[in-house]
Structure formats: structure tokens, C-alpha cells
């Protein structure tokens, strides 16, 4: 574990403990890596798009800073947790976006590592959510998976360390789950 791995968790478990000294040292430490994960969701979006990359970090902060009863185990778990609120939040976005618009429709995407969010994938997002929710049903290490790696940017090793499985089986699972929502999203 890396020192700055280690400094995150212990930080983590002094917030975990009450000592909210700990926070003003946590930030610094962990922004860059937020702003990074924010500017993966978010690095095809229009100039003007209401949502940059550091609205979505500060955003994401403060629903991170409302979960209290958080037992952090890890700067991996948290990274983690922030990438579900991340996608929450462009999710909600995306939601309001298409109520405003009263947009209807559904296209056929392709689940690719390099899928981003833009204005002309709404319908797009809302659809992988919808089938996301569903896997998770069926599958909730499959669903994991594809949240930390597909919306967290997370490598088959860091995921792997997220959830306490082998990088092997997240690559088998991140392909299973791949082809299951192609189908869903695409009958």
C-alpha cells in the first residue's frame, strides 16, 4: 500500500471516529483523483454544459459528506463511493435534462470503455441506468463491476481490490455483464 493509499484510510477511519479535523487534510489529498473521475464522466461534454467537472466534484462532495453511518474501508471504497455518486448525479441530471426536453426516445449503444456522457446521450444514460438496475437484480457483482469500471474509470486490479475478488474474475465478469446489457439495451 502506497503512503498516500495508507494516509487516505487512516484519514477515512478519523472521520469514521468523529475527528472532522481530518477532513481539512483528507480534501487536498483526494480532489485531484475526484476531479480526474469527474473529468472521465464528463470529458466529452459541450464547453457550456452546466455541469463541469469541478461542479460535479463539489457536488459529489457534499453528498459524500452527508453519508455518516459510512464504515470507509479503504481509499479504494471511497473512490468507489464516489463514483456511484458521481453516476447518481449525472443520472439525476440527465433525468431532469430529458423531462425538460421531453425526450422520448431510446438508442442502441455500445458499452465501451471509452463511452462518455454528452448532450446527445441522455436517453443513452438513462437506458444503461435502467438496465444497470435490472443486472443488479440478476447480479450485483456484475452491476458493481460495471459501475466502478465503466462509470468509475477503475482499472480490472482496482475494482478487483474494491470488491475483494481476483482482477481475472472482474475481466470475466465485466465481459459477461458487457454482453448482458448489450442485449437488454439493444432488443
Known amino acids: 500500500m502506497s503512503s498516500e493509499q495508507g494516509e487516505v484510510t487512516r484519514l477515512l477511519n478519523d472521520l469514521r471516529s468523529?475527528?472532522?479535523?481530518?477532513?481539512?487534510?483528507?480534501?487536498?489529498?483526494?480532489?485531484?483523483?475526484?476531479?480526474?473521475?469527474?473529468?472521465?464522466?464528463?470529458?466529452?461534454?459541450?464547453?457550456?454544459h452546466t455541469l463541469q467537472p469541478t461542479a460535479l466534484v463539489h457536488e459529489a462532495y457534499l453528498r459524500l459528506t452527508k453519508i455518516r453511518e459510512v464504515d470507509w474501508q479503504s481509499r479504494s471504497h471511497f473512490f468507489a463511493t464516489?463514483?456511484?455518486?458521481?453516476?447518481?448525479?449525472?443520472?439525476?441530471?440527465?433525468?431532469?435534462?430529458?423531462?425538460?426536453?421531453?425526450?422520448?426516445?431510446?438508442?442502441?449503444?455500445?458499452?465501451?470503455?471509452?463511452?462518455v456522457v454528452s448532450p446527445s446521450r441522455t436517453s443513452e444514460l438513462l437506458a444503461l441506468d435502467d438496465a444497470l438496475d435490472k443486472l443488479a437484480k440478476l447480479n450485483v457483482r456484475q452491476s458493481k463491476i460495471v459501475e466502478l469500471r465503466f462509470f468509475g474509470g477503475m482499472s480490472e486490479a482496482e475494482t478487483g481490490s474494491v470488491l475483494?475478488?481476483?482482477?481475472?474474475?472482474?475481466?470475466?465478469?465485466?465481459?459477461?455483464?458487457r454482453a448482458w446489457l448489450h442485449n437488454e439495451m439493444n432488443c
Open 82 to 115: 464516489a463514483a456511484c455518486v458521481m453516476r447518481r448525479i449525472l443520472v439525476d441530471h440527465a433525468r431532469r435534462r430529458r423531462a425538460n426536453k421531453r425526450e422520448g426516445f431510446r438508442d442502441a449503444i455500445g458499452l465501451e470503455e471509452d463511452f
Open 164 to 177: 475483494g475478488i481476483s482482477a481475472r474474475t472482474v475481466k470475466r465478469d465485466w465481459r459477461m455483464a
Open 18 to 48: 468523529g475527528k472532522r479535523e481530518a477532513e481539512a487534510t483528507l480534501i487536498p489529498i483526494v480532489y485531484k483523483e475526484l476531479r480526474r473521475l469527474a473529468a472521465h464522466y464528463l470529458r466529452a461534454e459541450r464547453p457550456d
